[in-house]
């Protein structure tokens, strides 16, 4: 077992060495140290966190510390590449490095102290404030406004989104409310247009917790959150009640807040306008979408090489359309083994879901995955024209601080989900580990 974990972690690092070799040698100017230092740094980081994490929690699964493994190294191999040439950005890369370390250290004292995770679950409600004082902080003296959301926060040196470590916080107490009142939700106890509904006392705290966010999220004029905010709580809703109701009702609440904002933000509308004809204003409106379909349709089916695209002309590349560059280097057929990345990774997240023996487990690994899932649709949906830009991160590729340690502090989680079910497997003689 030991040797089935082992072999996909060895060839996660081996890929991303072999990136950013390819990356040296398509340089112009021969620098061998940057590239190497970059890579041997990550490889170690990365080899020492797995070895920790196996030592820690030897039933959790195996595959998903590769799976990170392999999509971070990837997005660290781009950042790199795609900053090389620019002065200005140069530094993004090292950047990029040091929340890697942060992210590894965040995860690990997410195994060592949360091993019994139900404790987390104990304080659900407590959970709940701090991610409304997370998200609220942004209106504070500390936060600012980047492109028209007012998202982040200042902390000295440091600059962070809050909304990523509230997202964690309200899938937890989302997971926890949601398993005590499962049976009262379930239930109903009144019909209003042939839709069967639970008593208001057992669902005003979800719409308290759901109204508040979406409405905090509004004001920062983040859609990207909006949307992960109120679609996650909705399917994990369903998940625990089995109602359809939740559904309906949910996406139709959606959708009148989505037309109310588009008449009442002016860049809603920019975003719209840009999705529905970027050549109306190819310069500026359109500029960044028809930049994105020009280099995915340029990377072919085989890309133009690693270090020899033109992806870097599209503003913020590194952030927002990360894919469209990955897709111009390595073509359809790198982009499509990126996307099976992130399916396998989802696919192993519902397993962790299905195999934990209580509803709270159940309903905390599955809110992780679908959030981590439908972040990775909707970003991907955007650069590709699928649906308008929202301004989300591709989880663990793209640049930026909060996403790399918001996504390692959900990896813990899973790994601390999965260790207990993986040990009830092995305890119950039903086949062994969760791996």
Not at 70 to 82: H, N
Not at 160 to 177: D, H, K, N, T
Not at 358 to 373: E, I, V, Y
Not at 380 to 393: Q, R, S
């Amino acid at each position: 077992m030991a040797q089935r974990a082992t072999i996909p972690m060895i060839l996660a690092l081996l890929v991303t060495t072999l990136g950013f070799v390819t990356v040296l040698l398509a340089q112009e100017q021969q620098q061998a140290s940057p590239p190497l230092i970059y890579g041997g740094a990550y490889a170690g980081m990365m080899a020492a966190l797995y070895l920790a994490v196996r030592l820690w929690l030897p039933h959790a699964d195996a595959l998903l510390m590769p799976l990170m493994t392999l999509l971070t190294g990837v997005g660290l191999i781009m950042i790199y590449r795609l900053t090389l040439s620019d002065e200005s950005e140069a530094g993004l890369a090292t950047t990029q490095v040091v929340w890697i370390l942060a992210g590894s250290l965040a995860l690990l004292l997410v195994v060592f102290l949360f091993r019994n995770y139900h404790r987390l679950l104990d304080y659900k409600y407590l959970l709940a404030l701090v991610a409304f004082i997370l998200i609220g902080s942004t209106f504070t003296p500390l936060g600012y406004e980047v492109n028209g959301a007012r998202l982040w926060v200042s902390i000295g040196p440091v600059n962070f989104q809050p909304s990523e470590f509230a997202r964690i916080a309200l899938i937890v107490f989302f997971a926890g409310y949601l398993a005590e009142k499962r049976d009262v939700l379930a239930a109903t106890s009144r019909t209003f247009m042939g839709i069967q509904f639970p008593s208001i006392k057992y669902f005003g705290p979800v719409a308290l917790v759901w109204g508040i966010s979406v409405g905090l999220l509004t004001f920062e004029r983040d859609l990207g959150s909006s949307l992960l905010f109120f679609a996650v709580p909705l399917l994990m809703i369903y998940i625990a009640t089995g109602r359809a109701a939740y559904i309906l009702v949910g996406s139709l609440l959606f959708a009148a807040g989505a037309y109310v904002s588009y008449f009442l933000f002016s860049h809603v509308r920019v975003r719209v306008a840009a999705w529905v004809d970027p050549w109306a204003d190819p310069d500026l409106q359109g500029f960044q979408i028809l930049q994105s379909l020009f280099s995915i349709s340029d990377g072919g089916l085989t890309g133009t090489g690693l270090g020899e695209g033109y992806a870097g002309r599209i503003p913020e590349v590194h952030t927002d359309f990360i894919f469209s560059a990955i897709a111009n280097e390595l073509g359809l057929l790198g982009a499509t083994a990126l996307l099976l990345t992130f399916l396998i990774f989802v696919y192993r997240g519902m397993k962790i879901a299905l195999l934990s023996g209580d509803d709270a487990s159940k309903l905390l690994a599955g809110g992780l995955t679908a959030m981590f899932a439908i972040q990775t649709l909707v970003i991907i949906g955007g650069v590709t024209k699928a649906i308008p830009l929202t301004g989300i991160t591709l989880p663990f590729v793209s640049y930026g601080g909060s996403s790399v340690v918001g996504n390692f502090i959900l990896v813990g989680l899973l790994l601390v989900v999965s260790e207990r079910a993986g040990r009830r497997a092995r305890e119950e003689g039903s086949g062994g580990r969760a791996a």
